[in-house]
Structure formats: structure tokens, C-alpha cells
């Protein structure tokens, strides 16, 4: 391992397989209050223990003393009432009333309807800045929606002065030599709403304009009362809530940098590491986007739940039913929280963080956040068994796992069918406990392959983990997922496996190895936990992993080796890890190009190092290089297309270094090479070795010589210039070059200039 410096998904024990069983409902966590229906908007008032309950169809707004447990007044608005704001020193309630085009100012320290004031467009969202003005957005009032579509009230203006437009310039381009973004209308909209930062110094918004074909997400400074920038978000959800420091934000789903308007993350089945369905197959819905979230008082989780439900005609009911506890790094789960309704819209929390409200499907529901661990949550010690056996121990391979309640009250659970290959045992039904998984070697109908998880019987599992999930009536939580992974080697088959704790997403696992000498370690990508693993070659164990951006793929090292470079498949940056603190510390940014905010965001694919920095790929195939901190798009060449191809039968677009810097190779989704020279900044060379359309075993193991004088790609070992000296093209194919191979090549790594370690699967039959 040490000597591998990249590595396919298939060499390692990353690849995960469908379910056994689900989790049933069970215990629930939080109270249903019940409304008649999901209010528009909910605005916490914390200093009279309110929430402020924007009531569309009767044009009202409920007030919710949540100390006393129920409304117990109510305020007349205008028609269909959308949004509501308070203002900073608490004493007024904004609310925009859609259908009437005014607002209602509620006086709340004398209790009554203070004003309404006529607006020269229909308005949808609302906020209240540090200096007392109200921002407001529209529906606008011309056909391309950009007149009026941001209003400015003020308050202490004269009659007839008071409501502003504000400026609104059209959201940046895509870059050139790109070509232009093109957004169809989005299949779910939704209304333009406003938060701002705690210190109302700045509001974030999301507007829809050209008739609610666009969505614009903004930056609003207070002070100046100017767009300080703005992008192309359409088909956004424009659900939002805010980190305590105002430097993140959440829109519907997705994770953004208030900084940069960058994606950070976004909701993904392959950061959970428990099933969404009892089918195991459900994933966030990026078309009908239902859900919230809110920050806790500290920055650093999520509460969320989000929609799971698939699109189809009718829809679906929504399932958002379970409150997901993360990261505000990565969007990284840790608990998946029962609920016993499903939140579909805005999400509000005290500033202890003790209580949380969301909007239901039948009105509210309460989260009693500090009595969370009052009730009991099942955990096991490791999400990952590694059983093994071979000729010298024919015996049972056993291995025990302590089941936890890591909150309070009795927890009773129980082990699924494990099928014929595998015995799953619990000494107790009642939680601490223990469960013992067994594999014997020679049970009945099964018959295993030596060195790997392959094996026949009731399931045939193509080598991945065999996946065990838990059921409790009494756990509020979804248990996490157990891998059990089972190898029965032959004596000649050498070597040390070290499992790695993996979630059981089939697409996500162990994406990239890298070797740092000068520290004797090796990084591994665990793209599923959003984290790099550390292995100490000394002691020959891992340390603690360094947390990173969402679903890292590939990594790349600085010239120095004080620094590694992450790319995020999940976000649009590129993380930069101090190797030396052993934690992340910034990211290197993109420009806000135009997105459809439903679907996944462009993001760096691969990267690799060269004497004048990084060099990186885009999921779309455009390529950028890294100037000050800052990535740009590369310039129009000769020889590489404006946009690679990223995708299709042959897999995704690959790259590495050469040791020295000078040479990059990039192999496209479609085979074809290009190397790139450090010195010329440019692409200077490309070919295509292979001859058929699909190539045939593994796709994208590459490795360079450190001086550049031959590189691996695949079965191929080609010349400085990309030409074949070596291997072949497929591993089925007629031997026609030196160093031949009738194996699928899993990794590579050049050892020197005339040197190279190749790694197997066994002689394809």
C-alpha cells in the first residue's frame, strides 16, 4: 500500500451492497401541533416565548405562545400573507401579503395592526436589516420581472418616500471560452424569501424573476443598501436558514459560502449511513424539494430533514420524516432521528439551542433538542466487521460487536436473517449488548472465492459487504447500517487487511491513496464520511482522520508536501489541508457560474500538481488552473477541447503528475490522452491508444514516472510522448506489446524512471 500512489474503488474494501432489512417505525422523537394545515412562514420571537404563524389561507397571523402550548391570538393581514420578519429590537412584525400587493406592520408592543403599506408590486419575501429598513422582494412588475423586483422600505421616510426599488444587476455569466449555461424553466417553483445574518448587518435572498423562470440568489448589504453579488440559482428551493456567524447558509438543500456564493455541499444519500427507505433505494429529491433545516447555536451542526420521495405524477406524499443530525462542514451525517411527521418547509431554534420548531404537514412540530439523549438511541461500537479465515485456522472466524444505548431507557433490538453465509447472535435483546458474527468456511451452500468477500448461497453478493440493520421498537433513531465484510484466504495469499469504516452507499467508499514520506503516512479518501483516513506506517495503524469538504475524490500534493489539495465532488471548492496542523484550512474557490439549484452542482472531478500550481477538471469536463487562491477557466487550446469528456461507457475523466511537476497526463471520459507541460502551461500532445469504442476492465488507474519518461494508463505503458511501448488495451485481448497482462489492472504506481508496481484481479477465465 505504501508504494501506491493511486488507486481504483475496486482494490479496496469500499463497495457496498443492498440491505437486509430496514428499520421500522418504532419510537418517534418530537410533538405534533396540529394547525389545520402548514402555515407560509414561522418567525421566532424569543423575548415573549412567540412564534409569529403567517396563516395564507386566512389571510391572518396566529401568534404561538409556546409556553403556554397554544394560539392565543391572532392578527388581520391582507390577501394570501406569504412572509413575515420582526424587527431587530423586537417591536414590529412585517408581513407581505401577496394578492393585496401591500404589508402589514404589526406593532407588537402595542399589540395591534400599526400600518399596511401599498407596494407597486406583488410581494413574497421579507426581512428587517440592523438599521431598521425592510428589504423586500416581487413578483415584479414588467415582463422580465427585473422592475421592482427588490423594494427598500423605510420607516422613518417621508409619506410617499418610504418604499424604494433597489438595484438589481443581472447575476454574472458563465465564464468564456464556456459555453453559455443554458436553464429550461424549473419543474417546482418557489417564492423569493429573505434571511438575515444574526447581527443584521447583511440579508441573503432569493429571488424568482422572469416569472418565476429564474431564481437569483443575493447578498444584500444593509449599510449601503446595494447587491453586493449575486447568481443564477434557478429551481432553487429558497427555504433558508442561517449559521450563527453569517458565513453559511442553507437553501433548501444545498450548503452554500455566504462569501462566495460556492456551493459547499449538498444533500447526498452517500453521506447517510443508514437506509432512507425499506427498500434502501430512496435519495433526496432534487424536484420536488421539500424540507428544512436550522443551525445550532454554535455553527458547527445541522438539524435538517428533506424530501426522499421520488418524482412522479401525483406526487408522492413527501418523506422527511427523519431529523438529520450533521456536519455544517461537509452536510456529514451522524444520527438520523425518527419524527413522527414529516417537516416540509422553514425551520426555527432558540438561541440555547433547547427548542426547535418545523412546519409540518398538519402545522407544527416541536423538538424538545435538550432531552434529546433522554430517550433511547442504538449505536454500535463500529459500523464495520471484518471476519477472516485461512488454511492454517479452518475453524469458525468470530468476531464480536458491542451494541450501545448511547442515550437513556431501556432499548430492546433484534438481528435480521444474516442468510447461510453469515451468523449474527446476540448474547442479549436488551441494549448494552453484544452480538457475535460467525463465518464458517464450510457451511452448507456456500461456497466462497479465497482472498475476497465473493461467496455463493441465498445471496450471491458480488463481493461487497454483507449489510446488517438493526430493528428496535424503542430507539427514536435509525440504526447506522453494519458492514460485514468476510475473507478466506489461501496461505500463499499475503498481506494485512485493515478494515475501514465505510457508509453503505454503492456509488461512495475509498476513492483515492496517497503516500506522504516525509511523515510516513498514507491518506486514503473516504468519500462517504467526508474525511481523509490516517494510516501511521510506523504503527501500523490508522490516527484520527482530518475531516474535509463533501465526497472527496482525489487528492493531490503541493511541491513542498505542506499541503494537500482535495478535490470535492460534492461542493465547488477544492479543499487545502495543512499537513503539518493536520486540519483543513480554507478552500479554493470558483466563480458563482449559473445553475440549476434542483440539480448537482458542477464540481472539481480530478486534479494534479504542476511546477505553477494545480491543474483540475470539472464534473462538465472544463478545465481550470489555480491563480492566487483563486480558480480560473484555462484558455482556449489547440490540442484539448474546451470540454472533456467526462462521462459514459468508459468512465469518468482521470489525472496525475509526474513526481518533478513538469508533466500532467489527463484521460478522458472517451480513452483519448493529453499531456500537459508545467513549462508551456499548456497542453502539448494527445492520443487515443485504444481502438475500440468501450474500454474493456477497469477504468482510470494511472501512474506517471517522477521524471515524466513514461506513464500507465490502464493495461498500457506509454512513451513520454503518449505512445504505446507496452501493455495492452484490454484485458481479453490479443498480447501485441511487451509487459502483457490477461487481468483487469485495479492500481498502479511508478516506482522510478524504469519501474512500475501494477496490481491485479486474477487471470480474467
Not at 180 to 196: H, S
Not at 440 to 462: E, F, I
Not at 596 to 620: C, E, K, R, W
Request: aromatic share 6%.
Amino acid at each position: 500500500m505504501g508504494l501506491t500512489n493511486r488507486v481504483s474503488t475496486a482494490c479496496l474494501l469500499a463497495m457496498l451492497a443492498g440491505r437486509l432489512a430496514a428499520q421500522t417505525t418504532g419510537a418517534t422523537f418530537g410533538q405534533v401541533i396540529k394547525l389545520g394545515g402548514t402555515p407560509s412562514d414561522v418567525v421566532l420571537d424569543e423575548s415573549r416565548s412567540r412564534l409569529y404563524l403567517v396563516i395564507q389561507g386566512g389571510n391572518r397571523v396566529d401568534v404561538y405562545d409556546y409556553g403556554q402550548q397554544q394560539v392565543v391570538e391572532s392578527f388581520p393581514v391582507g390577501a394570501t400573507p406569504v412572509a413575515a420578519a420582526v424587527s431587530m429590537d423586537g417591536q414590529y412584525l412585517y408581513v407581505t401579503n401577496n394578492a393585496s400587493s401591500t404589508m402589514t406592520v404589526i406593532n407588537l408592543k402595542q399589540n395591534t395592526v400599526w400600518n399596511t403599506v401599498s407596494l407597486p408590486a406583488s410581494p413574497e419575501g421579507v426581512e428587517v436589516g440592523a438599521d431598521g429598513r425592510v428589504l423586500i422582494t416581487t413578483q415584479g412588475t414588467s415582463t422580465t420581472d427585473q422592475v421592482n423586483s427588490l423594494l427598500l422600505y423605510d420607516p422613518t421616510a417621508s409619506q410617499g418616500q418610504q418604499v424604494t426599488p433597489v438595484t438589481f444587476a443581472p447575476p454574472p455569466p458563465t465564464p468564456s471560452p464556456l459555453p453559455a449555461t443554458t436553464i429550461g424553466r424549473p419543474v417546482t417553483t418557489f417564492r423569493g424569501k429573505l434571511i438575515r445574518t444574526p447581527d443584521g448587518n447583511y440579508i441573503i435572498g432569493m429571488s424568482t424573476v422572469n416569472s418565476n423562470a429564474q431564481t437569483v440568489l443575493f447578498v444584500y448589504e444593509v449599510s449601503s443598501g446595494s447587491i453586493l453579488r449575486s447568481r443564477t440559482v434557478t429551481g432553487q428551493s429558497t427555504v433558508l436558514s442561517i449559521s450563527p456567524d453569517g458565513s453559511h447558509f442553507m437553501a433548501g438543500f444545498t450548503l452554500y459560502d455566504a462569501a462566495t456564493l460556492d456551493v459547499v455541499a449538498q444533500e447526498n444519500a452517500a453521506n447517510v449511513p443508514f437506509p432512507l427507505s425499506s427498500t434502501g433505494t430512496a435519495t433526496f429529491s432534487t424536484v420536488q424539494n421539500v424540507g428544512g433545516s436550522t443551525f445550532t447555536p454554535d455553527g458547527n451542526t445541522i438539524y435538517s430533514a428533506f424530501n426522499v420521495a421520488p418524482f412522479s405524477t401525483p406526487a408522492p406524499r413527501p418523506q422527511a420524516s427523519t431529523l438529520l443530525i450533521e456536519s455544517a462542514q461537509n452536510l456529514g451525517v451522524q444520527l438520523g432521528i425518527k419524527i413522527p411527521e414529516s417537516i416540509v418547509a422553514k425551520m426555527v431554534i432558540t438561541s440555547s439551542g433547547t427548542d426547535a420548531w418545523g412546519l409540518s404537514e398538519s402545522g407544527l412540530i416541536y423538538l424538545p433538542l435538550s432531552t434529546l439523549y433522554d430517550y433511547p438511541i442504538l449505536q454500535p461500537d463500529t459500523t464495520v466487521v471484518f471476519l477472516h479465515s485461512d488454511n492454517c485456522n479452518l475453524g469458525l472466524a468470530t468476531a464480536s460487536l458491542g451494541i450501545n444505548n448511547i442515550g437513556k431507557g431501556k432499548l430492546t433490538f433484534s438481528v435480521p436473517d444474516t442468510t447461510a453465509a453469515l451468523v449474527g447472535q446476540a448474547t442479549s435483546g436488551v441494549a448494552p449488548s453484544t452480538i457475535q458474527f460467525t463465518m464458517d468456511p464450510g457451511r452448507t451452500s456456500v461456497t466462497r472465492q479465497y482472498g475476497t468477500n465473493l461467496y455463493s448461497g441465498a445471496v450471491t453478493n458480488n463481493g461487497t459487504a454483507l449489510q446488517v440493520n438493526l430493528a428496535s421498537p424503542d430507539a427514536i433513531n435509525v440504526p447506522p447500517t453494519i458492514l460485514v465484510y468476510m475473507n478466506l484466504r489461501q496461505p500463499d495469499q499475503r498481506g494485512v487487511v485493515y478494515p475501514v469504516q465505510t457508509v453503505s452507499t454503492a456509488t461512495e467508499g475509498l476513492q483515492d491513496v496517497l503516500v506522504d514520506e516525509a511523515r510516513d503516512r498514507v491518506y486514503v479518501l473516504n468519500s462517504g464520511y467526508n474525511r481523509i483516513e490516517v494510516f501511521d506506517r510506523t504503527a501500523q495503524t490508522f490516527v484520527s482522520p482530518i475531516p474535509v469538504g463533501q465526497l472527496p475524490h482525489q487528492m493531490a500534493m503541493s511541491g513542498d508536501g505542506n499541503t494537500l489539495y482535495v478535490a470535492d465532488t460534492g461542493g465547488e471548492r477544492i479543499e487545502i489541508v495543512d499537513l503539518n496542523q493536520g486540519q483543513s484550512t480554507g478552500a479554493i474557490t470558483f466563480p458563482p457560474v449559473p445553475r440549476s439549484g434542483a440539480a448537482a452542482p458542477i464540481t472539481p472531478q480530478t486534479l494534479a500538481m504542476g511546477i505553477f500550481g494545480l491543474q483540475t477538471v470539472m464534473s462538465n469536463g472544463s478545465q481550470w488552473k489555480v491563480v492566487g487562491g483563486q480558480a480560473t477557466v484555462r484558455p482556449v487550446s489547440t490540442v484539448a477541447p474546451t470540454l472533456f469528456t467526462t462521462g459514459g461507457a468508459n468512465g469518468p475523466v482521470r489525472m496525475i503528475g509526474s513526481a518533478d511537476g513538469r508533466s500532467i497526463i489527463t484521460m478522458a471520459g472517451n480513452g483519448n490522452m493529453y499531456l500537459y507541460d508545467s513549462l508551456a502551461d499548456a497542453y502539448t500532445s494527445t492520443n487515443r491508444p485504444y481502438t475500440s469504442t468501450t474500454i474493456q476492465g477497469y477504468y482510470g488507474p494511472l501512474s506517471a514516472a517522477p521524471d515524466g519518461s513514461f506513464y500507465n494508463a490502464n493495461g498500457f505503458v506509454l512513451g513520454a510522448s503518449l505512445t504505446p511501448v507496452g501493455g495492452e488495451e484490454s484485458p481479453a485481448s490479443t498480447t501485441s506489446l511487451p509487459v502483457a497482462t490477461k487481468r483487469n489492472v485495479a492500481a498502479l504506481a511508478a516506482l522510478d524512471s524504469t519501474h512500475f508496481l501494477r496490481v491485479t484481479t486474477p487471470v480474467k477465465q
